[in-house]
Every structure is written in structure tokens, then in C-alpha cells.
């Protein structure tokens, strides 16, 4: 068994900032990529930021110099830190990792439960 448990949403005002914590538990063999995604109702699962085991990051477009992953490999948690925040950013937030649960096993993608971020103007 897998989970990944998200914290961090909020409700922020345009220009702030808030940090989101997605970790990952149970019967994990070994993790790839991380990243983080973000869903508006009625649209495609947007990919916001992801990051490589070996830190590679890689952002959208419309978060560059705004937002910053991480993650702590020994942890098995990935953050993203979003500063400058824009009514626009307003989505649910998911966390996803790739990771098999032994080493005969298929790497698989698993989700978080996803997280509220509104920012108001």
C-alpha cells in the first residue's frame, strides 16, 4: 500500500505566497520523478512543476521565477513553494510520484488527494 498526503492549500490574497508538502508512505522500493499538478472544474490536469531524484527542475511557463520545487529523497516528500501568487493560480493541487514497490514491480504513477489553493484579488 501507497499514500501520498497533501497539505498546504489555502486561501491567500493575490501577491502571497504558500508552501504545499506532499509525502509519501507504505511500501516504496524506490521513487523517480515527482511533480506537482493543478486542475480547475470542467479542465485538463495541468502540469505545474516536477523535479528528477536527481533535483531537476522543470516549471509551466506561468510559474517560472514564482514558484520553486523540492524534494528530500530521504523524506519521500516534495514541496512546492509558490510566491507571487495570482488569482489565476486558483486550482486544486495534486501532487503525483512515480515509484515501483519492489524491484520487479512496474514503476507506477500515484496521486495525492489534492489540496485547495483560491487567491483572491
Known amino acids: 500500500q501507497v499514500q501520498l498526503v497533501e497539505s498546504g492549500g489555502d486561501t491567500v490574497q493575490a501577491g502571497g505566497s504558500l508552501r504545499l508538502s506532499c509525502a509519501a508512505s507504505g511500501s516504496i522500493f524506490s521513487i523517480n520523478g515527482m511533480g506537482w499538478y493543478r486542475q480547475a472544474p470542467g479542465k485538463q490536469r495541468e502540469l505545474v512543476a516536477s523535479?528528477?531524484?536527481?533535483?531537476?527542475?522543470n516549471y509551466v511557463d506561468s510559474v517560472k521565477g514564482r514558484f520553486t520545487i523540492s524534494r528530500d529523497n530521504a523524506k519521500n516528500t516534495v514541496d512546492l513553494q509558490m510566491n507571487s501568487l495570482k488569482p489565476e493560480d486558483s486550482d486544486i493541487y495534486y501532487c503525483?510520484?512515480?515509484?515501483?514497490?519492489?524491484?520487479?514491480?512496474?514503476?507506477?504513477?500515484?496521486w495525492g488527494q489534492g489540496t485547495q489553493v483560491t487567491v483572491s484579488s
Open positions: 523535479i528528477t531524484r536527481g533535483g531537476w527542475p
Open positions: 503525483k510520484v512515480n515509484l515501483r514497490i519492489s524491484v520487479g514491480s512496474t514503476w507506477s504513477d500515484y
